[in-house]
């Protein structure tokens, strides 16, 4: 049985960065947040390593909310409406903090979403290592207690 690190493709940085903020901008129309912990699972497949699962998970998802935001705030009346919400804080004006700290919210949920994406395929990887080691050693037959034939 193959790895999953054997199955799919290795992505240098730039690259995976770059699916992932694309994956990220197409599981947003879902509307649901929790999307983006599949994103960062998604990316996880494609990297070898813990910390660039995570950066490239962060990164992507701070960059597909970024544009989320920006398209918002364009079109809708996204600004007033943060400036609604930190207002009832008593933070007049401020109303760009609601913008970063969602964009911060939901970059740590694409980070921490390739994190255990990460810890998933190499803990499968390492079930499979284990369970086709073990079919091909070779099983050895008991010996009996009577004594061989001369």
Known sequence: MRKLDDIFPHFNFP???????????????????????IAGALGALLARRHRTAFFAGFISVAIAWAILFIYLSLTTQALAIAEFFIGLLGLSGM????????????????????????????????????????????????????????
């Open 15 to 37: 690259t995976l960065v770059l699916v992932l903020t694309v994956i990220a901008i197409a599981l947003q129309l879902s509307g649901a947040w929790v999307t983006m912990l």
């Open 95 to 150: 109303g760009w903090l609601v913008i970063v700290i969602s964009i911060l919210l939901g970059a740590l949920l694409g980070g921490f979403g390739g994190l255990l994406g990460r810890s998933v395929v190499e803990l499968v990887d390492e079930l499979i290592r284990i369970k086709t080691s073990s079919e091909a050693a070779p099983v050895q037959e008991e010996q009996s207690d009577s004594e061989p034939e001369e």
